[in-house]
């Protein structure tokens, strides 16, 4: 299973939270919270990932990761 990042930032236009995945083209979806906006985004990576499968189109690998800070 695929695992993808999730950037969430409030966006000042919109008036609202926004749940962003980099690894998706134009997939990402709104919330009155930060909260909302990751489930929002859960359901739209499902559709997302659904229709380019139904479609024939290939599943992006998961790219976008956190950078850890090595160990001192």
């Known amino acids: 299973m695929n695992r993808y990042a999730i950037i969430v930032f409030w966006s000042k236009e919109d008036g609202a939270w926004v749940a962003d995945v980099p690894d998706l083209k ?10 909302e906006a ?7 990576m499902d559709a997302w990932l659904a229709a380019a499968r ?7 690998k998961a790219r976008y990761q956190p950078q850890r800070e090595a160990a001192e």
């Open 54 to 60: 139904d479609a024939g189109h290939p599943i992006p």
């Open 26 to 35: 134009s997939c990402s979806a709104f919330g009155a919270t930060p909260e």
């Open 38 to 44: 990751v489930a929002e985004v859960r359901v739209a």
